[in-house]
């Protein structure tokens, strides 16, 4: 059973900075992406690992967001900064054991974490 934790969300300023985690549970080496959706919007893709560390970003937060992983810790990690009102969203990571790169098809999904950018 695979299981998906977000925390690290809150509220900030613009410019500042929040760092996202995921704790996955019954972990193996997965595909792993940061999505996240604002009010009335789609959701949308933020950042994607996979399972050697290559990285791909969304053109939006390309530059101030950076993706990583601990494979020790089972833990997926979104370093956002220079944050924008525009960031402003609720922020899910989701794994996979297919490479889907920045798609919205995967599997596993956590609960959400929120992000506020003021």
């Known amino acids: 059973h695979v299981q998906l934790v977000e925390s690290g969300g809150g509220s900030v300023q613009a410019g500042g900075s929040l760092k996202l985690s995921c704790v996955v549970s019954g972990y193996k080496s997965y595909y792993m992406a940061w999505f996240r959706q604002a009010p009335g919007n789609e959701r949308e893709a933020v950042a994607f690992?996979?399972?050697?560390?290559?990285?791909n970003y969304a053109y939006s937060v390309a530059g101030r967001f950076t993706i990583s992983k601990d494979n020790a810790k089972n833990t997926l990690y979104l370093q956002m900064n220079s944050l924008k009102p525009e960031d402003t969203a609720m922020y899910y990571c989701a794994a996979d054991e297919y490479n889907l790169g920045l798609a919205r098809s995967y599997t596993y999904w956590g609960q959400g974490t929120q992000v506020t950018v003021s």
């Open positions: 690992i996979d399972t050697s560390g290559g990285t």
